[in-house]
């Protein structure tokens, strides 16, 4: 969710204009829904869905497509 109680990020992340690579788990809680809700606000952004992938860099694997992720991003 981008927005609940006391807060809401989606003015902050419109104000953004940089280039941004959104990484998302798959298998992370939050719907791959959210991420692409992200990707829209930012304007200038790429999704990469990891497979497999819930919501932390310490489960097997998830960092070795961390790392190609953001090599592509370059």
């Known amino acids: 969710r981008l927005r609940g109680e006391g807060y809401d990020w989606r003015a902050l992340l419109r ?3 940089i280039p941004t ?9 939050l719907p791959v829904s ?5 990707v ?9 869905i990891i497979p497999d992938a819930g919501h932390s860099v310490t489960e097997p694997g998830i960092a070795d497509a961390l790392v190609r992720a ?4 370059r």
């Not at 998302?24 to 809680?29: A, E, I, K």
């Not at 959210?34 to 992200?38: F, G, N, P, T, Y």
């Not at 930012?42 to 990469?48: F, H, K, M, P, Y």
């Open 34 to 38: 959210v991420a692409r809700d992200i």
């Open 70 to 73: 953001t090599d592509s991003f």
């Open 15 to 17: 104000a953004v204009s």
């Open 21 to 29: 690579l959104v990484i998302h788990g798959d298998r992370d809680l």
């Open 40 to 48: 829209t606000m930012l304007g200038n952004a790429r999704l990469e």
